[in-house]
C-alpha cells in the first residue's frame, strides 16, 4: 500500500468557516494531488504539487488553496466553507515518473459543509 | 481538453456474467496513457491498470482483460465470470504527457457502478 495518509477522514462543519485537509505521504514522492469526488462527476482535480512549494491549479480550484512546506505533506484549504463543497477528498501521490506514472490514492477525506 | 465518456452509469449482472465496462476519451496529443479504477464499497480507490498510447496490445489479468482501439477512441474493461467482489464503482481516466518532469494529471470518467448478485 502506497502510505497516504489523510486527516481528518470525517468532518462535518458550518458555512464560512475555514477548514483544513491534510495529506501525509511517507514516499518522499515530488507529486501530489487534491481530487474532489461528487456524484456524476468522477473525480476532479483542485490542485497539485509538483515540489516543495511549487503548486498550480486543477480544473476546479475557485475555493481551495494549497500549500507544500515539506515533501510529505500536502494541505488543502477551504478559507470559507460553503455547501458547494462538501464533497469526498481524496488526495494522491505519482510514482516516481510524474509525466507517466499512475496515481496511488489515500482513503478519503468525507467533508459535509452545513 | 481532455475527456473520458463512461456512458454505462450502472450494470447489473448476476455472477459468473461476463460484463464490459465501455470507456471512451478525447484527445489532441499523440502520447498519454490511459488507466482503470476501482472503487469499491469500502470507497478507497484501487488502480488496476495503465496503458500508454503506442501500445495497443489487449491486456488480461486472470478474470480481467482490456481492449484498447486507437481507432475508435475507446479502452474497454471486461471481467470474465464476475463475482459478487467485483461489485464496485469503475474508474475509467486519461492522463497527457506533458514535458518530462511534469505532474501526470489524470482526467476521470464518471464512473460506471457495476452491481453483481448471487
Known amino acids: 500500500d502506497a502510505g497516504i495518509t489523510q486527516s481528518p477522514r470525517h468532518k462535518v462543519t458550518e458555512t464560512g468557516t475555514p477548514v483544513t485537509l491534510r495529506c501525509h505521504q511517507t514516499?518522499?514522492?515530488?507529486?501530489m494531488y487534491w481530487y474532489r469526488q461528487d456524484p456524476g462527476h468522477g473525480l476532479r482535480l483542485i490542485h497539485y504539487?509538483?515540489?516543495?512549494?511549487?503548486?498550480d491549479k486543477g480544473e476546479v480550484s475557485d475555493g481551495y488553496s494549497v500549500s507544500r512546506s515539506k515533501t510529505e505533506d500536502f494541505l488543502l484549504t477551504l478559507e470559507s466553507a460553503t455547501s458547494s463543497q462538501t464533497s469526498v477528498y481524496f488526495c494522491?501521490?505519482?510514482?516516481?515518473?510524474?509525466?507517466?506514472?499512475?496515481?496511488?490514492f489515500g482513503e478519503g477525506s468525507r467533508l459535509t459543509v452545513l | 481538453a481532455q475527456k473520458v465518456t463512461q456512458a454505462q452509469t450502472e450494470i447489473s449482472v448476476v455472477e459468473k456474467e461476463d460484463v464490459t465496462l465501455d470507456c471512451v476519451y478525447e484527445?489532441?496529443?499523440?502520447?498519454?496513457?490511459l488507466f482503470w479504477y476501482k472503487q469499491p464499497p469500502s470507497g478507497e480507490l484501487v488502480f488496476l491498470i495503465r496503458?500508454?498510447?503506442?501500445?495497443?496490445q489487449n491486456e488480461i489479468s486472470g478474470r480481467y482483460s482490456w481492449n484498447f482501439q486507437k481507432s475508435t477512441s475507446s479502452f474497454n474493461f471486461t471481467i470474465t465470470a464476475s463475482q459478487v467482489v467485483d461489485s464496485a464503482v469503475y474508474f475509467c481516466?486519461?492522463?497527457?504527457?506533458?514535458?518530462?518532469?511534469?505532474?501526470?494529471?489524470?482526467?476521470f470518467g464518471t464512473g460506471t457502478r457495476l452491481q453483481v448478485t448471487l
Open positions: 494522491a501521490i505519482s510514482a516516481k515518473r510524474g509525466d507517466t506514472g499512475e496515481l496511488f
Open positions: 514516499e518522499n514522492h515530488r507529486y
Open positions: 504539487s509538483y515540489g516543495v512549494k511549487d503548486t
Open positions: 484527445t489532441r496529443d499523440t502520447t498519454y496513457y
Open positions: 496503458r500508454n498510447s503506442f501500445d495497443e
Open positions: 481516466a486519461l492522463s497527457e504527457r506533458g514535458l518530462a518532469g511534469t505532474a501526470s494529471k489524470l482526467t
